[in-house]
């Protein structure tokens, strides 16, 4: 009886709920950004003028009528930053839809299918990884004469691919060797079930890393080129509004708000990937989720304290 009593009380205890991650705030903090300005370019466009509506305002400040004031031409800059950053998001979506595909391809399947298969696959994304990728980018957008953001997002994609499957496949190697993978292969599973359901979802954090560093690179590389001249032509994205800022000499006469908003924007949609990144980075890696813990710790430390803690460890 008492043995009895003893499990109904140990029962009744509530078990503790398991603590957020450390990266929450960090995570929340990069989602949030990140989502205003996809809301931003998402229904943005659908309030604002045509942004190459030419008026005979030329370099009006913010006002009323046109609250992030005017281009050299009396264009709006609201309208333009409103068009740039769907532009800007669609090279992004488009480039990291890509390169999941070419390095899942190339990395998960050749990784798995092992052989000649792999060795293949490992030897095309090795010749692929050397290659420059951006005087690549450079010398075919120079001898395109109509570039759209499709043509530019394909091409950023191929240059990016390859460190992706690279870092797929040996995870997937070692995956691939694990016990629960061998038990179905004993189990008589098929191959493509095996691949679908016991090593692919190990992988999905490690997929969303890779993707959301390909959009950063695929924005940040977009920008370079329209910067330079070689980007997309009868588009707008953050990259042309600043190439067209720098042609209109907007820092020279003072035109602040003409190149200060795409290139804030710009900055804050990097900075919001790169935290998500960093908190997936730490979701795979538990060593990086101690380490910042323990870096915490220090920072409520008094010297004393640690003094203390680094004498105990010796």
């Known amino acids: 009886m008492a043995a009895a009593d003893t499990v109904t009380v140990n029962l009744a205890v509530p078990r503790r709920r398991p603590s957020l991650p450390p990266m929450t705030g960090k995570l929340a903090t990069g989602l949030i950004i990140a989502g205003l300005i996809t809301l931003f370019g998402l229904i943005g466009p659908l309030f604002v003028q045509d942004p190459a509506k030419v008026d ?8 009323a009528d046109h ?3 005017t281009t050299q031409t009396g264009q709006d800059v609201l309208a333009q930053l409103a068009y740039a950053t769907r532009g800007s998001l669609i090279v992004g979506a488009v480039v990291g839809l890509l390169t999941l595909i070419l390095s899942g391809f190339f990395g998960i399947v050749g990784a798995y299918a092992g052989g000649w298969l792999d ?29 759209s953001l499709l043509l530019v997002a394909i091409v950023l994609a191929i240059t990016s691919w390859a460190g992706s499957a690279r870092v797929l496949r040996g995870s997937t190697l070692s995956l691939r060797s694990r016990d629960y993978v061998l038990a179905s292969r004993v189990a008589g599973e098929r ?15 490690l997929l969303a890393s890779q993707v959301v560093f390909a959009v950063i690179f695929a924005i ?37 708000w003409w190149f200060v908003p795409p290139g804030l924007m710009l900055a804050l949609f990097g900075a919001a990937l790169s935290l998500i990144n960093f908190s997936i980075d730490e ?32």
């Open 119 to 147: 060795e293949a696959f490992s030897l095309f994304t090795n010749v692929v990884l050397v290659i420059p990728g951006l005087p690549v980018v450079i010398v075919i957008s120079a001898y395109v004469a109509e570039r």
């Open 56 to 63: 005979d305002i030329g370099l009006t400040p913010p006002s």
């Open 220 to 256: 940040l590389g977009e920008a370079g080129l329209s910067y330079l001249g070689l980007g997309a032509t009868e588009s707008f994205t953050w990259g042309t509004m600043l190439y067209y800022a720098q042609n209109g000499l907007a820092l020279r006469l003072g035109a602040w």
């Open 67 to 69: 609250l992030l004031g």
């Open 191 to 205: 191959r493509w079930r095996i691949l679908l359901v016991e090593i692919l979802p190990n992988l999905i954090p």
């Open 283 to 314: 979701i795979i890696n538990p060593k990086l989720r101690n380490q910042t813990r323990g870096a915490r710790r220090g920072w409520r430390m008094s010297r004393e304290q640690i003094r203390r803690a680094k004498e105990s460890t010796l």
